[in-house]
C-alpha cells in the first residue's frame, strides 16, 4: 500500500467546533488533494496544491481550507463543523513531472466525519 | 467541463466468473488518460489500471483489462476468473492532461464477488 497517511480515521464531533484532518504522505510528491466522498460514495476534488505554498479550490465548492507549509504535509480545517460536512475525506499525492506514471494518485485511507 | 457516468449501480457474480463493469465519458479533449480505481470495503482507493487516450491498444494488468472505445467514448474494464478479492467499489476516473490534472470520477459500481 501506498505511503500516505491520514488522522483520525474516525472523529465524531458537536456542530460549531473547529476541526483538522491531518494527512501526510513520505513518497516525496509534490501535488497532493482532498476528495470529498458522499454517502452514495461519489467522490469530488474539493481541494488540491501542486506544492509547498501552493493551494487551489476543486471542483466541489467546500467551506474547508487547507494550507500546504511542508511537502508531505497538507491539513484540512473546517473552522466550525456542521452535519452538512458529515462525510468520507479523502486525500491523495501524485509526482510531479509528465507521462502516465505520474499521473498517478496515491490514496489515504480516509476520514470519516459525522458531525452532530 | 468532463462527466464520467457508470450506468452499473452494482454488480454481483459468481467467483470464477468474468465481469465487465461500463464507463462513458464525455470531453471535447483529444488527448487525456483513463483509469479505473478499487475501494475495498474500508480500505484505501488503490488504481487497477490506466490507460492513454493516444494509444489504441487497450491495456492489460493481470486478470484486469479494458475495452476503450475512444469514438463511443467508451472505457468498460474486464475481470476475469474473479475472486472473491475482488469485491469492492470500482470508479472510473478521467484525467485531462491539460491544466490542473485533476481526476474526474464516476459514481461508482459496487460489486460482489459470491463464493
Known amino acids: 500500500e501506498a505511503d500516505i497517511y491520514q488522522t483520525p480515521r474516525y472523529l465524531v464531533i458537536g456542530t460549531g467546533k473547529k476541526i483538522t484532518l491531518e494527512c501526510s504522505q513520505t513518497?516525496?510528491?509534490?501535488?497532493m488533494y482532498w476528495y470529498q466522498q458522499d454517502p452514495g460514495m461519489e467522490l469530488h476534488l474539493i481541494h488540491y496544491?501542486?506544492?509547498?505554498?501552493?493551494?487551489e479550490k476543486g471542483d466541489l465548492s467546500s467551506e474547508s481550507t487547507v494550507s500546504r507549509i511542508r511537502t508531505e504535509h497538507f491539513p484540512l480545517t473546517l473552522e466550525s463543523a456542521r452535519p452538512s460536512h458529515t462525510s468520507q475525506y479523502l486525500c491523495a499525492s501524485s509526482e510531479s513531472g509528465w507521462g502516465l506514471e505520474s499521473y498517478e494518485q496515491y490514496f489515504g485511507p480516509g476520514t470519516r466525519l459525522t458531525v452532530t | 467541463a468532463q462527466t464520467v457516468t457508470q450506468s452499473q449501480p452494482e454488480m454481483s457474480v459468481q467467483e470464477a466468473e468474468t465481469v465487465t463493469l461500463s464507463c462513458t465519458y464525455d470531453?471535447?479533449?483529444?488527448?487525456?488518460?483513463l483509469f479505473w480505481y478499487k475501494q475495498p470495503p474500508s480500505r484505501q482507493m488503490i488504481l487497477v489500471i490506466r490507460q492513454e487516450a493516444y494509444k489504441q491498444q487497450n491495456a492489460t494488468e493481470n486478470r484486469f483489462s479494458v475495452n476503450f472505445q475512444k469514438a463511443a467514448k467508451s472505457f468498460s474494464l474486464k475481470i476475469s476468473d474473479s475472486q472473491l478479492g475482488d469485491t469492492a467499489m470500482y470508479f472510473c476516473?478521467?484525467?485531462?492532461?491539460?491544466?490542473?490534472?485533476?481526476?474526474?470520477f464516476g459514481q461508482g459500481t459496487r460489486l460482489t464477488i459470491n463464493p
Open positions: 470531453t471535447s479533449e483529444s488527448n487525456y488518460y
Open positions: 496544491s501542486y506544492g509547498v505554498n501552493s493551494t
Open positions: 476516473a478521467f484525467m485531462s492532461i491539460q491544466g490542473a490534472q485533476k481526476l474526474v
Open positions: 513518497m516525496g510528491h509534490d501535488k
